[in-house]
Each structure stands twice: as structure tokens, then as C-alpha cells.
């Protein structure tokens, strides 16, 4: 049985409302991710002001199309998009991305717009992600339904973010350096599908190894630490929440339309559930890094290979303060090393390679340490 958010990930069919040849319109950035990748589906564009947009037909309307379609994608005004999801709701569409802007922020109007869709949505047993979000990738299946100017490669890490711009941000980064995801989802003000039901799809999903959140705030806490838990038993887990303290974040609320809360609960909360901290944006791209190289450590021993024993301490201080195993050596590995490392090396972990040390002597060091028996790797 497919999980029902399955269709967000591998549609068989698109329908794009707002699309258009506009170069400043959010439709015409969408519509060239859309084609431009390898997504072999049917792709259908609605926009009552245009006929035709880059030489393809465009619907007035959705009830013209005469074919079922998996996916919808708004890109139209904000004022247009509940009555755009009571036309998906009657022609049975059950997934929605709505990109529109407009909708984040805490005035009445704001917040009346929202409600309506939401409504709608309960109304038609519609899921819907966004408003306000960047869209959706899943390289996998050759869908791009954000408007950033570049997509992702295909990997084993997903992203969850409440920020398109972290997004944007992340996708730029990891295309310099050749890292690839299972999955890029921006959720925006989060107004029907969140952390947790995104979570649960992703603890099965075959393409996804490992897991990085970018959170601004929780709508559902109980939920969010249920799925966390068990994304973590089975994942990696990696999560950057901002709004840590209350004091100089007036924008967290108006952003993301929810409260950030206790910081030292929510830290409580990822220790519990074994999920992973990070406290700068460069704790993603590092973890980005590290994650997609698909290896895992086997155990809790640790070893730390360092060219200058000083700040090898360091971390061996910082590795016992997070309640990590630093390996006994086993005298085997430490005669293999001593054919390496000269002769007054430490004879312990931190392994000192000394100040000299090359290229070559590092990756002779890691061999000899992979090939120890208490440190192997999947």
C-alpha cells in the first residue's frame, strides 16, 4: 500500500496553475524545472491569461484537462488559490504544493486565507504543502517543482526545511561539491503537512539514508518527537532549530506562523529521541558532507587521527564530554601503525601522526584503522 504522501514524491502526472513565459513570474521558474529535468509524466499548464506558454497548450482551466493527474503545483496569486483547490478537490486531485506568497505572517486577512484553504482542503480530503514554500525535489523520479535555478543530484540525503532561502542555500552548496539527495522539501508556513508525516514517509523510503531539518518551529510537538524517534532508530537524523532564545527573533512567529519554544525542552527532546544538534548553517554542510557518503560506523568506538596532539586532546575531551567511546588500540593496530607514524608517536588514541605528516601517511593511517576489528565500517 502506498504511503499518501507517495504522490508528492513520484507523480505520475503534473498540472501547473500560474504557469507563464514571464521571466519575473514565479509559473514561468516552475515550468522550466519541470521540463528541464527528466520527469517522463505528463505535464499540464493552467492560466486563464494565457493560450499558449513556450509554444505548449494552457488550459483555462482545470476541467478542461481530461486526463487524472497525481499532482498539483500553484504558483497563482495568493487570492486565487482557494478557489484553485476546490476545482483540484472536484476533479479528485489529493496532493497539492502551493508556492503562492501571501499567505505567512499573523494579520487577520493573512490568517483568514489560510484558514479557508485549510477548509478546503479537510473538505476534499486534500494534503497540501506549503503555502509559501519553495516546492518539492525528488531527483529520483525527475521532479523539480521549486522555482530555484538549479536542481539537485541524485543521493541518499533528504532535506526537510522551513526556510526556501536555507534551501536555495544548501542545493548551491552541494552542487559545487557533487552531493546528491533523495529528496528536497521546502514546507513553508506549514499549514497541513509538517516535520512528522514527512518523517514517516522517509523512515521507508529505500532512497533515503540519512535525514537534515531545518526548524523554526513545531506545530505538533508530540507527534514531531514520536516520528523523530523513530526516523532516528532506523536513520541518521540531523536537526538545526533557530529561535533559540526568545529575545531577538521577533520574525520566527510571522515567518513560520508557530511558536519556537523552550529551547533547553527541545534540546532534551533530540537527545531523547537520538537525533543529532547542529547549531550553524555549517553544521548542515558538514553533516551534508559526511552523510552522503553512505558509510556508518559500526559501534560506539571512536578513533581520532590528529597532526597535532594538542587539538586532538581537544577532541578527545569534546568526544568524552558527548559520552563517546574513545578504542583501546589493540596492539596489532598499533604495530601496524608504528610502521608508519615514527617511532615516538603517542602509542594511543588521539593517534598523533605527527606535524610532518602527508597525504599518504593519512590515508595509511585511516587503512590500518578501517581494518582494525573494532572499527568497521557498513
Same mark, same amino acid.
Given at each position: 500500500?502506498?504511503?499518501?504522501?507517495?504522490?508528492?514524491?513520484?507523480?505520475?502526472?503534473?498540472?501547473?496553475? #500560474?504557469?507563464?513565459?514571464?521571466?519575473?513570474?514565479?509559473?514561468?521558474?516552475?515550468?522550466?524545472?519541470?521540463?528541464? $529535468?527528466?520527469? $517522463?509524466?505528463?505535464?499540464?499548464?493552467?492560466?486563464?491569461?494565457?493560450?499558449?506558454?513556450?509554444?505548449?497548450?494552457?488550459?483555462?482551466?482545470?476541467?478542461?484537462?481530461?486526463?487524472?493527474?497525481?499532482?498539483? %503545483? !500553484?504558483?497563482?496569486?495568493?487570492?486565487? %488559490?482557494?478557489?484553485?483547490?476546490?476545482?483540484?478537490?472536484?476533479?479528485?486531485? =489529493?496532493?497539492?504544493?502551493?508556492?503562492?506568497?501571501?499567505?505567512?505572517?499573523?494579520?487577520?486577512?493573512?490568517?483568514?486565507?489560510?484558514? =479557508?484553504?485549510?477548509?478546503? *482542503?479537510?473538505?476534499?480530503? !486534500?494534503?497540501?504543502?506549503?503555502?509559501?514554500?519553495?516546492? %518539492?525535489?525528488?531527483?529520483?523520479?525527475?521532479?523539480?517543482?521549486?522555482?530555484?535555478?538549479?536542481?539537485?543530484?541524485? #543521493?541518499?540525503?533528504?532535506?526537510? +526545511?522551513?526556510?526556501?532561502?536555507?534551501?536555495?542555500?544548501?542545493?548551491?552548496?552541494?552542487?559545487?561539491?557533487?552531493?546528491?539527495?533523495? *529528496?528536497?522539501? +521546502?514546507?513553508?508556513? +506549514?499549514?497541513?503537512?509538517?516535520?512528522?508525516?514527512?518523517?514517516?514517509?522517509?523512515?521507508?523510503?529505500?532512497?533515503?539514508? +540519512?535525514?537534515?531539518?531545518?526548524?523554526?518551529?513545531?506545530?505538533? *510537538?508530540?507527534?514531531?518527537?514520536?516520528?523523530?524517534?523513530?526516523?532516528?532508530?532506523?536513520?541518521?537524523?540531523? %536537526?538545526?532549530?533557530?529561535?533559540?532564545?526568545?529575545?531577538?527573533?521577533?520574525?520566527?512567529?510571522?515567518?513560520?506562523?508557530?511558536?519556537?519554544?523552550?529551547?533547553?525542552?527541545?534540546?532534551?527532546?533530540?537527545?531523547?529521541?537520538?537525533?543529532?544538534?547542529?547549531?550553524?548553517?555549517?553544521?548542515?554542510?558538514?553533516?551534508?558532507?559526511?552523510?552522503? =557518503?553512505? =558509510?556508518?560506523?559500526?559501534?560506539?568506538?571512536?578513533?581520532? !587521527?590528529?597532526?597535532?596532539?594538542?587539538?586532538?586532546?581537544?577532541?578527545?575531551?569534546?568526544?568524552?564530554?558527548?559520552?563517546?567511546?574513545?578504542?583501546?588500540?589493540?596492539?596489532?593496530?598499533?604495530?601496524?601503525?608504528?610502521?608508519?607514524?615514527?617511532?615516538?608517536?603517542?602509542?594511543?588514541?588521539?593517534?598523533? !601522526?605527527?606535524?610532518?605528516?602527508?597525504?599518504?601517511?593519512?590515508?595509511?593511517?585511516?587503512?590500518?584503522?578501517?581494518?582494525?576489528?573494532?572499527?568497521?565500517?557498513?
Amino acid at each position: 500500500m502506498e504511503h499518501f504522501l507517495h504522490a508528492f514524491f513520484a507523480p505520475k502526472s503534473i498540472v501547473l496553475f #500560474g504557469a507563464s513565459e514571464r521571466i519575473s513570474a514565479i509559473g514561468q521558474a516552475v515550468y522550466k524545472n519541470l521540463v528541464g $529535468d527528466t520527469f $517522463d509524466g505528463p505535464i499540464y499548464l493552467v492560466n486563464p491569461n494565457n493560450s499558449h506558454v513556450f509554444g505548449e497548450r494552457c488550459f483555462t482551466n482545470i476541467f478542461e484537462i481530461d486526463h487524472f493527474i497525481d499532482l498539483a %503545483v !500553484i504558483a497563482a496569486p495568493a487570492s486565487s %488559490v482557494n478557489q484553485i483547490m476546490k476545482d483540484c478537490g472536484k476533479c479528485g486531485i =489529493k496532493a497539492v504544493i502551493i508556492l503562492s506568497a501571501g499567505f505567512a505572517g499573523t494579520g487577520a486577512h493573512i490568517n483568514k486565507l489560510e484558514q =479557508k484553504i485549510q477548509r478546503t *482542503a479537510l473538505h476534499f480530503g !486534500i494534503r497540501f504543502i506549503g503555502p509559501n514554500c519553495l516546492g %518539492v525535489i525528488r531527483p529520483k523520479s525527475g521532479l523539480n517543482t521549486t522555482f530555484n535555478y538549479c536542481s539537485a543530484t541524485d #543521493g541518499s540525503l533528504a532535506l526537510i +526545511s522551513q526556510s526556501g532561502a536555507l534551501c536555495t542555500s544548501i542545493l548551491d552548496w552541494a552542487k559545487s561539491r557533487k552531493l546528491g539527495f533523495s *529528496a528536497v522539501v +521546502s514546507l513553508g508556513s +506549514s499549514a497541513d503537512v509538517h516535520f512528522e508525516e514527512l518523517l514517516d514517509y522517509l523512515i521507508y523510503d529505500p532512497h533515503t539514508k +540519512s535525514i537534515l531539518l531545518y526548524i523554526e518551529g513545531i506545530n505538533h *510537538a508530540r507527534s514531531f518527537i514520536s516520528a523523530l524517534k523513530a526516523a532516528s532508530r532506523v536513520k541518521p537524523v540531523l %536537526v538545526m532549530k533557530v529561535g533559540r532564545h526568545s529575545t531577538g527573533n521577533p520574525v520566527v512567529k510571522p515567518h513560520t506562523g508557530n511558536i519556537s519554544g523552550q529551547d533547553d525542552v527541545f534540546n532534551a527532546v533530540l537527545r531523547q529521541a537520538g537525533a543529532v544538534r547542529g547549531y550553524k548553517v555549517n553544521d548542515l554542510f558538514i553533516a551534508a558532507t559526511v552523510l552522503s =557518503k553512505d =558509510k556508518r560506523l559500526k559501534g560506539d568506538n571512536l578513533v581520532i !587521527i590528529t597532526n597535532g596532539l594538542g587539538p586532538g586532546i581537544i577532541a578527545a575531551d569534546r568526544a568524552i564530554d558527548l559520552d563517546l567511546k574513545l578504542l583501546d588500540l589493540s596492539e596489532k593496530t598499533k604495530d601496524s601503525l608504528s610502521e608508519l607514524i615514527p617511532s615516538y608517536w603517542s602509542q594511543a588514541n588521539p593517534i598523533d !601522526i605527527m606535524d610532518d605528516a602527508t597525504p599518504e601517511r593519512y590515508k595509511k593511517t585511516l587503512s590500518v584503522c578501517f581494518n582494525d576489528l573494532d572499527i568497521l565500517m557498513e
